[in-house]
C-alpha cells in the first residue's frame, strides 16, 4: 500500500508537470507566458505576440537591441508544418526586418571555434523553407549599408546538402563608404599571391537565383546591375557557377555611348593548393564583345582575350601569379581600329591598321616593344614605333620614331618616381606638320630640337631647357627662334638666350634670373605684312626688366616710323613706358602719333598720357582733326576699390561735337562697380546714363534717359540715306542678374517726324505725327507695344514679344485702325509724273508667330471705298472692296471692283507659302470697262482662273469681249517686229529672256458684235469666237476666226465697203491668215461692175491684188475701182483717172487733221474721203453728232457744186438720208447683203 501510494504521488505529480507543460506549449496564453519570460530574462529582447500561439502565423512585433547588433522586425509570421515539405517545414513572411552589426569590437576567434569551421555542418533532421518573404530589408554591417525590396525564396537543408531552390529579388541597394584618399605609397614588389584552400561547411546548390535590378553605390559613383540569373553550386571540393545574364549601367560613364554592359559567364575554381581556374567570360556593349578566357593554375595562367565589332583585338598571355613580381609573357595584336569623328581635323578620319605589342619580363623587369600603323586620311599615312624598359620605379623609352606624310621624329625620354619626380626629354622634328595649324601655314617648313630635364621632390623642383630651337621657313621669310635657361622653385636662374628672328625683324633678351632679376631686350622691327601679321611696321625700341622678382621694374621705350594695316596708316609716333610695382606701381606712360590716318579720316597730334601710382593717376587724351578729342579722367585705388572721375570729355566728329555736360564719377572694386549718373550734350540734344554692378551677386542695373533729341542733330550720320526731323524724348530701364535679363523698361516718344528720302530729282516725305514705343521685359518675355499716328500711313498700333528663355519663338501682332489711302496719290503723282487719284480705307488685324524666317501669319485686312483713278491705268474703279484673310500660312483673297463706267470684277482664291508656294484665284466679271491705252476701251465679262503650283503657273478659263472700241491713228513705237534676217552692225543683238515662271493657258475667246475697230483706215465691227492655248517651252498658239462686220476700208481714195472679211487664226496668235475683199460702192459704180481689193495669206506675208465682177484687165478694175467707170479712149478720162489716184493719196494723209479738228467743233468719228466717179467725183467730210445722226459735206473736184447730207440711223440697215445742194432730197435707204451665188 505505501509503494503504491508513492507510485501514486509521482504518477500525479508527471501528470501535472505534463498537463502544465501542454498548457504552457500548447495554447495561446502558455505562449504569451513563454514571450513574458524571454523578455524578462533576455536583456534587450522586447517580443510582441498577437492574438494566437507561436509558430502558427500569429503577427510578432519583434525588437533586440545590444552593443553589438540592433534587430528588429515588423509583422513577423512564422508558421510551422511537419511532415510537409520536409520533417519541419516553415513559412517565414515580415513586413520588414532593420539590423545593424558592428563587428569591430568581435574577438578574434579561438582554436576550438576554428575547428568547428572546418567540420561539416549537419541538419538534426529534414528542415524546409517552404516560402520565405521579407517586403523591405535594411541592414547595416560596420559602414555598409544593404536595402533589399521584395525578397522571396524557398530551400531545403537535410543533412550536409542545402539547396536553394529559388531565390527572387526585386531590388537591392548596397552603400558603401567613401574611401578616403590615401597618400600613395611607393609599391617597389609585387608579392606572390597565396591562397589557402578555403572551408565550406556545407554543400550548396543554387538553382534559380534572380535580382531584378541591384545598385551598388559608392560616393558619386552608381553602379546598376539588371536582370541577374544565376546558378552556382559550391563545397569543399570546388565552385561552379554560371551567370546567364547580366545588364550593367555605370552613371559614372553615362557621357560616353556606351551605357549598357551584357555580361554572360561562366566557370570553376577546383580548390587545391594550385587553385585551378577555368573561366569563361563574354562582355557586349553597343555591338561589340569582348571575350575573356582563363584556364589553368595560378602559377601558370593562361589568359586570352579577344574583342570583335567595331575595335577587333586579341591578347594572349601567361602569368606566374605564385612568385613575386609575377613573372609573364604577354602579346597584344590589334587590326582595322577606326576612330571616325572622334578628333578634329586633320584627324577626322583617323584609322589604326594594325597594332603589335610583345611584352616579357616581371612587373619590376619588363621590356616591352610597341609597332603602329595606321592613317590619318587616305594619303596620310603614319607609323610609330617604340622600346621601353621599365620596372615599378621608372620607365624609359628609346629608339622611338614617329612617321607621318614629310614628317620624322625622333623621341628618347626617362622616367623616375623612386625619389621624387625626376625625367629628362630629348627630341628632334625634322618637319613640323602645318596641316596641324590653319590652311594658311600649309606651304611652312619648320623643323624643331628639344632637350630638356625636369626633377622634383615634394616642394623643391628644378628645370633646365638645355636646348629648344625652332627653324626653318615661314610665309617665305626665314624664321629662327632659340630659348636657353634653367629656374628652380626660388625662380633662381638664368635666362642665356631668347631670340626670335623672322625675316628682317629681330627680338632679343638676355640676363639673369632670380630674386633679383636683370633682364636686357632689344626690339627691331621691319615687317611687310603677311599672312602671319598683315600690317607692314617699321619700329626699333628697348625694354628693361630689373628690380626683385615679386616687385620687378619695366622700362621700355620704342620708336614706331609707321605702321600700315589696310586702310589704317600711323605714322612717326613714341611709346614711353616706365612701370616700377616697387612704388606702388608707378607709371609714366606716354604716347605720342604726330598722323593716324583711316580712309578718308586724318587725324593729327594725338597725345595719350597715364601718369601717377595706385593712389593717384591721370589719364589725358587729345587729338586734332577729323576726329577731335579732349578728355581728361583722374582716379585712384582706395583700399579695395579703384574711385575714379570723368572730368572733360569732348569729342568730335567732321564738325560734329558730343561734350560731357558735367563731371561724373565712376567707382570698381572686385564686389561692385558703379557709373554714376553722366549727361552728354549733342548739338542740340541730351542724354545721360548711369549703371551699377554686384559682382557677389552678379545683379547689376542701368538707366538711360534721353530728355531731348532733335532728330536733325542725327542727320549727318545718316548721309544720303534719309534725312530727320523732329523731337524724341524717352528713357529705358536695365536690370539683369547672372547675365541674364531680369526687367527692361522703357518708352520712346517721338512727335512731328519727317522722314525725307531723294530719289533722282524727287524727294519723298513721309509724315509721322506720333510714335510711341513702350518696352518692358522680364526674364522669360520682352515685350515692345507701339503706336503711330500719320497723316500719310493713319493710325497703326502692335505688340511684338520675344521670349528670352526656352523655345518659344517670338510673336508680333499689328492692327490697321484706320488707314487711308488718299494721301497716297501725291505721292504716286509725283513719282511716276501722271496725275493718280486713289481713295479708299484700310483697316485689319494680323498676327505673326514661329520662326523670323518662315513664321505664321493671321488675321484679316479689309480695303473698303477702292477708289483709282489715272491715265496711265487701264482701268476706272470705285466703290470696289477687297478683304484678305490670313490662316497660318495661307490667305483667302475676296475681292469686288467696281468700274466706274459700268461693270464689276470679282476676285476670289487661296494663296499658300507652306512649303512650296501655291495658288489659286478666280476673276468673275460682268461688262467690266478697262482701257489699256488711250483710244482703246474694252469691256470684258471674265471667268477666269488662275492658278500656281510646283513652280507652274496656268490660266484658264473664258473671256468675253461684249463691247469694244479701238482707233489708231498711228503706229506704236515697236510694234513692228525687226526682220529675222535684218544684221545691224556695231550692235549687239539681246535675245529677250524668257519666262522666269513656267505657264500654260487655255482660254475661250468670245468678240461680240460690238466691237469697233478704225485703224489706219479700216472702220469695222469686229465678232467671232478664238481659242487660246500656250504650253511651257512654246508659243501662244490661237485657233478659230475673227469676221468684219459693217466694215468699211479707205484705200485709194475710196471709201470701200467690206465684202468679206476674215481674220482666221491656226497656229501662233501673232501669224494669222488673212481673207478680206472690199468694193467700192455699188451706188457709184457704172455698168454694174464690182471692183475693189483682195487682202489674203499670211500677215507676215499677205498677198494684195485688185479685182472685178466680171473679170477684166487690172487697168480696167483699177479705173473702176477709182473713177466708177471703165477707162475711156481720150486723154481726159487718163487724167481723171491720174487726178483720182493723186486725190486719194492726198485724202490719206489729210485725214487725219480733218479728223482731229472736227472733234475739236464736237463731231465725233470725223473722216476725209472722196465720193463718187469721173467728172462726179466729190471730196466728202463726214462725223457723227450722235451715234445714230451722220452730217457730211461734200464739195466736187472738177465743179464747184457743194451738198450737205444728214442721215440717221432708224434701225440697224434702214437709214433716213436728207440732202441739200443743187437739188434737196430726202432718201429712204436699206442695207442688204446679197450672194449671187446662192441664186
Not at 650 to 657: D, H, I
Not at 1094 to 1105: D, T
Amino acid at each position: 500500500m505505501l509503494l503504491f501510494a508513492r507510485f501514486k504521488k509521482v504518477l500525479i505529480s508527471i501528470a501535472a508537470v505534463v498537463v502544465v507543460l501542454f498548457c504552457i506549449l500548447a495554447t495561446a496564453p502558455g505562449h504569451q507566458l513563454i514571450v513574458f519570460f524571454a523578455n524578462k530574462s533576455v536583456a534587450g529582447l522586447n517580443v510582441e505576440l498577437g492574438k494566437g500561439r507561436l509558430l502558427s502565423g500569429t503577427p510578432i512585433e519583434l525588437d533586440y537591441q545590444s552593443e553589438q547588433l540592433s534587430f528588429s522586425a515588423q509583422e513577423l509570421t512564422v508558421s510551422l508544418h511537419w511532415f510537409s515539405c520536409a520533417t519541419i517545414c516553415l513559412d517565414i513572411a515580415a513586413q520588414k526586418l532593420h539590423a545593424r552589426v558592428n563587428t569591430t569590437a568581435n574577438p578574434e576567434p579561438s582554436e576550438k571555434e576554428l575547428e568547428q569551421q572546418d567540420s561539416m555542418l549537419q541538419a538534426p533532421v529534414h528542415i524546409g523553407l517552404n516560402s520565405f518573404f521579407v517586403e523591405e530589408i535594411d541592414a547595416t554591417i560596420n559602414a555598409q549599408q544593404v536595402l533589399l525590396s521584395q525578397l522571396q525564396s524557398s530551400l531545403s537543408w537535410r543533412e550536409e546538402h542545402l539547396t536553394i531552390d529559388s531565390l527572387a529579388l526585386s531590388k537591392g541597394k548596397l552603400s558603401l563608404p567613401e574611401q578616403p584618399k590615401q597618400p600613395a605609397e611607393l609599391i617597389t614588389s609585387i608579392p606572390a599571391v597565396e591562397l589557402n584552400v578555403p572551408t565550406i561547411p556545407l554543400d550548396i546548390v543554387a538553382k534559380d537565383l534572380f535580382v531584378k535590378k541591384f545598385e551598388v553605390v559608392q560616393g558619386v559613383q552608381t553602379t546598376v546591375l539588371d536582370n541577374i540569373s544565376v546558378q552556382t553550386q559550391v563545397n569543399s571540393e570546388k565552385a561552379t557557377w554560371r551567370v546567364l545574364a547580366s545588364t550593367m549601367l555605370n552613371k559614372a560613364i553615362t557621357h560616353t555611348d556606351i551605357q549598357e554592359i551584357t555580361l554572360n559567364s561562366q566557370g570553376s575554381i577546383v580548390w587545391s593548393d594550385i587553385w585551378q581556374v577555368q573561366t569563361s567570360n563574354t562582355l557586349e556593349a553597343a555591338r561589340n564583345q569582348l571575350t575573356l578566357n582563363a584556364v589553368g593554375p595560378l602559377s601558370q595562367l593562361q589568359v586570352i582575350l579577344t574583342t570583335t565589332g567595331g575595335y577587333e583585338s586579341g591578347f594572349e598571355g601567361s602569368f606566374n601569379l605564385t612568385q613575386d613580381n609575377w613573372p609573364f609573357q604577354a602579346k597584344l595584336e590589334a587590326q582595322q581600329l577606326k576612330f571616325a569623328n572622334w578628333f578634329h581635323p586633320p584627324f577626322e578620319f583617323l584609322a589604326v591598321n594594325q597594332v603589335e605589342l610583345n611584352a616579357i619580363g616581371t612587373l619590376n623587369n619588363y621590356a616591352i616593344q610597341i609597332g603602329v600603323e595606321g592613317t590619318t586620311a587616305p594619303d596620310g599615312p603614319f607609323a610609330i614605333s617604340s622600346k621601353l624598359q621599365g620596372s615599378l620605379v621608372g620607365v624609359s623609352m628609346t629608339n622611338t620614331q614617329l612617321q607621318w606624310q614629310d614628317t620624322l621624329a625622333n623621341l628618347s625620354a626617362q622616367l623616375g618616381w623612386e625619389s621624387g619626380l625626376s625625367g629628362n626629354l630629348d627630341a628632334q622634328i625634322n618637319k613640323i606638320p602645318m596641316s596641324l595649324l590653319p590652311a594658311d601655314y600649309e606651304n611652312a617648313q619648320l623643323g624643331a630640337k628639344i632637350a630638356a630635364d625636369l626633377a622634383l621632390n615634394n616642394d623643391l623642383w628644378h628645370a633646365n631647357v638645355g636646348r629648344l630651337e625652332l627653324n626653318g621657313q615661314l610665309f617665305g621669310k626665314p624664321l629662327s627662334a632659340i630659348a636657353k635657361l634653367s629656374i628652380n622653385q626660388d625662380l633662381q636662374g638664368k635666362l642665356s638666350q631668347l631670340s626670335l628672328d623672322y625675316g628682317a625683324s629681330k627680338v632679343a633678351m638676355s640676363g639673369e634670373l632670380g630674386k633679383q632679376l636683370s633682364l636686357n631686350g632689344q626690339i627691331k622691327i621691319e615687317h611687310t605684312a603677311d599672312l602671319l601679321l598683315p600690317a607692314d611696321i617699321t619700329m626699333r625700341g628697348d625694354i628693361t626688366i630689373s628690380g626683385a622678382h615679386q616687385t620687378p621694374k619695366v622700362a621700355l621705350t620704342t620708336h614706331v616710323s609707321d605702321i600700315k594695316y589696310e586702310s589704317l596708316l600711323l605714322k612717326d609716333a613714341l611709346l614711353d613706358l616706365t612701370l616700377d610695382s616697387a612704388l606702388n606701381w608707378e607709371t609714366n606712360a606716354s604716347l605720342r602719333a604726330q598722323n593716324i590716318q583711316h580712309a578718308k579720316l586724318n587725324v593729327q597730334d594725338v597725345d595719350i598720357s597715364l601718369q601717377g601710382d595706385l593712389s593717384k593717376h591721370a589719364l589725358q587724351i587729345t587729338s586734332e582733326g577729323d576726329v577731335e578729342a579732349d578728355i581728361i579722367a583722374q582716379g585712384a585705388w582706395v583700399g579695395q576699390q579703384w574711385r575714379g572721375q570723368l572730368s572733360e570729355a569732348r569729342l568730335g566728329y567732321l564738325n560734329n561735337k558730343i561734350m560731357l555736360i558735367e563731371p561724373a564719377k565712376m567707382a570698381a572694386s572686385q564686389a561692385n562697380a558703379q557709373l554714376d549718373k553722366q549727361c552728354w550734350k549733342f548739338q542740340g540734344s541730351r542724354a545721360c546714363i548711369s549703371a551699377k554692378h554686384d559682382f557677389s551677386t552678379n545683379q547689376g542695373l542701368a538707366d538711360i534717359e534721353i530728355s531731348q533729341l532733335l532728330l536733325k542733330d542725327v542727320n549727318p550720320w545718316l548721309g544720303d540715306v534719309a534725312t530727320l526731323q523732329g523731337l524724341a524724348k524717352g528713357a529705358l530701364s536695365l536690370d539683369w542678374l547672372s547675365g541674364q535679363l531680369n526687367h527692361a523698361d522703357g518708352q520712346l516718344h517721338l512727335q512731328q517726324v519727317k522722314v525725307a528720302t531723294t530719289e533722282g530729282e524727287q524727294t519723298h516725305v513721309l509724315p509721322i505725327e506720333n510714335l510711341n514705343t513702350k518696352l518692358t521685359s522680364t526674364r522669360e518675355l520682352a515685350s515692345i507695344d507701339w503706336q503711330v499716328n500719320s497723316s500719310m500711313l493713319g493710325r497703326l498700333k502692335g505688340l511684338i514679344e520675344v521670349p528670352l528663355t526656352g523655345q518659344s519663338q517670338p510673336k508680333a501682332s499689328l492692327e490697321i485702325v484706320h488707314m487711308s489711302l488718299e494721301p497716297l496719290s501725291a505721292v504716286l503723282s509725283k513719282s511716276l509724273k501722271q496725275a493718280i487719284a486713289l481713295s479708299g480705307d484700310i483697316i485689319g488685324q494680323v498676327t505673326l508667330a514661329g520662326d523670323l524666317r518662315s513664321p505664321t501669319i493671321n488675321g484679316q485686312i479689309n480695303v473698303r471705298d477702292l477708289a483709282l483713278t489715272s491715265s496711265i491705268s487701264p482701268v476706272a474703279i470705285e466703290s470696289s472692296s477687297l478683304d484678305i484673310e490670313l490662316n497660318d500660312r495661307q490667305a483667302i483673297v475676296l475681292g469686288k471692283l467696281q468700274a466706274q463706267q459700268g461693270g464689276t470684277l470679282s476676285l476670289g482664291g487661296e494663296l499658300s507659302w507652306d512649303g512650296m508656294p501655291t495658288a489659286s484665284i478666280t476673276a468673275k466679271g460682268d461688262d467690266f470697262l478697262i482701257s489699256p491705252q488711250p483710244n482703246v476701251e474694252v469691256s470684258i465679262s471674265p471667268d477666269l482662273k488662275l492658278e500656281y503650283r510646283e513652280k507652274r503657273a496656268s490660266l484658264t478659263g473664258s473671256l468675253q469681249i461684249p463691247f469694244g472700241r479701238i482707233e489708231v491713228e498711228e503706229m506704236p513705237v515697236g510694234v513692228v517686229q525687226v526682220s529675222e534676217d535684218q544684221i545691224i552692225v556695231d550692235e549687239k543683238y539681246r535675245q529677250q529672256s524668257r519666262s522666269p515662271i513656267a505657264y500654260d493657258i487655255d482660254l475661250d475667246v468670245t468678240v461680240g458684235d460690238d466691237f469697233r475697230v478704225k485703224a489706219f483706215g479700216l472702220d469695222s465691227y469686229i465678232a467671232g469666237q478664238l481659242d487660246v492655248t500656250k504650253l511651257p517651252a512654246s508659243p501662244l498658239l490661237a485657233s478659230g476666226e475673227l469676221s468684219l462686220q459693217e466694215g468699211r476700208y479707205r484705200a485709194f481714195g475710196q471709201d470701200l465697203l467690206i465684202k468679206t472679211g476674215v481674220i482666221g487664226f491656226n497656229g501662233a496668235l501673232d501669224r494669222p491668215y488673212l481673207n478680206v475683199r472690199a468694193i467700192r460702192n455699188p451706188e457709184v459704180t457704172a455698168n454694174d461692175v464690182e471692183a475693189g481689193v483682195e487682202l489674203a495669206g499670211s500677215i507676215s506675208a499677205p498677198r494684195f491684188s485688185i479685182y472685178s465682177q466680171p473679170a477684166m484687165d487690172q487697168s480696167q478694175a483699177l479705173a473702176y475701182l477709182l473713177n466708177g467707170e471703165p477707162l475711156g479712149e481720150g486723154e481726159n478720162s487718163n487724167s481723171t483717172i491720174l487726178t483720182q489716184l493723186l486725190l486719194s493719196q492726198g485724202l490719206n494723209r489729210s485725214e487725219g487733221l480733218v479728223s482731229k479738228t472736227g472733234e475739236k467743233l464736237g463731231f465725233k468719228d470725223v473722216s476725209l474721203g472722196a465720193r463718187g466717179s469721173g467728172e462726179s467725183t466729190k471730196v466728202e467730210v463726214s462725223g457723227y453728232l450722235t451715234p445714230n445722226v451722220q452730217v457730211s459735206y461734200r464739195v466736187g473736184v472738177f465743179d464747184s457744186l457743194s451738198e450737205v447730207a444728214v442721215r440717221y440711223r432708224v434701225f440697224s440697215k434702214l437709214y433716213v438720208e436728207a440732202t441739200s445742194g443743187l437739188y434737196d432730197s430726202i432718201d429712204l435707204l436699206y442695207k442688204f447683203d446679197w450672194d449671187p451665188d446662192s441664186q
